[in-house]
């Protein structure tokens, strides 16, 4: 496989693990709701796009952690709508719990 192939593959996964995120947050209107408060403050919770900022942010001095309040708020939005699903038996990729 090609580094092209295999950079349009690490694409397509993560474009389909956001999706998947954004429909299992939405899915949930008090979660949903959350998406409009501080400190994301989004207009519509439908404008979230499932995209979750990295753990690590690059420095001049290498890495440090993303301790940035939005991308704390969408972790816990987000594990909450994981646990959820768990709870229900509506693991990713169909799996029971």
Known sequence: MTWAEQISRIQA???SEIAERRARVLR??????????RPLEFTHPEKW?????????????GWK???SAVRAALVEIC????????EEGQLPGGEAA
């Open 49 to 61: 796009n499932g995209f979750v900022p990295p753990k690590a942010v690059p420095t001049l001095d």
């Open 79 to 86: 594990a909450e709508a994981l646990r959820r699903d768990a």
């Open 13 to 15: 996964t993560a474009a």
């Open 65 to 67: 952690p993303n301790d």
């Open 28 to 37: 949930h209107p008090d979660l949903a709701a959350r998406l409009t408060q």
